[in-house]
């Protein structure tokens, strides 16, 4: 008889046995993807910006006291204040110098000294009731524009700075509130023109 071959034997794999794993393929397309997918996953569930929510604010910017709003009243009669500021001169000395303030009745007088101002000689004055005031607290520094002059002026201290600002905006209001409710001002109240002849600007040399 004839040895017929055999034929090769077949092993199947049975239904429930795994696959083999493939070897790992170092730099591949799929490592790339899985690290992108990783940073993406954690990007979605990071915490957002609180730049976002709390917008930051730049510190010692100018602030211009805001004026009498639609229908505001302001019945308050704020007092006399006084006392000694820094206000800035461009010529012939130019720089800082010291000069005694008035504050009455939204009229504001500077001289040089006190007793100056009470014999009537003083360097300039301005209603403030219709004037442009920015305020620098960084600085301690007020600006006054009153259309035909503008002066500029520094406290020594902070709170002498505060103080200012709260009695400037308060006549401000109050001669605001005047012009608007009262049909006649009295000279007293500050009627008259926003700047007198005697109020000089900061080119002036009695500045």
Not at 57 to 62: D, P
Not at 84 to 91: A, D, P, T, V
Not at 106 to 119: D, G, P, V
């Amino acid at each position: 008889m004839e040895n017929t071959p055999k034929k090769p034997t077949l092993h199947r794999r049975k239904k429930n046995q795994p696959k083999a794993p493939a070897p790992a393929q170092h730099g591949s397309e799929s490592d790339g993807s899985a690290d992108s997918n990783s940073m993406s996953g954690d990007s979605q569930h990071a915490p957002e910006s609180s730049e976002r929510h709390h917008p930051v604010t730049k510190k010692g910017e100018w602030e211009i006291l805001s004026g009498l709003k639609q229908g505001q009243r302001f019945e308050f009669s704020p007092g006399k204040f006084e006392g000694y500021l820094h206000k800035r001169r461009k010529w012939p000395l130019k720089g800082w110098h010291k000069r005694y303030f008035v504050l009455d009745n939204s009229i504001l007088t500077y001289a040089k000294n006190a007793s100056e101002l009470a014999r009537g000689k003083k360097h300039g004055s301005m209603d403030i009731g219709l004037s442009v005031i920015s305020t620098k607290a960084s600085r301690r520094r007020i600006d006054i524009d009153a259309d035909a002059s503008i002066i500029h002026i520094r406290c020594e201290s902070q709170e002498n700075y505060l103080q200012w600002v709260e009695q400037l905006k308060q006549h401000r209001l109050r001669k605001q509130h005047q012009m608007l409710y009262t049909e006649h001002v009295s000279p007293a109240a500050g009627a008259g023109p926003l700047l007198s002849p005697a109020s000089p600007s900061d080119d002036s040399p009695t500045g």
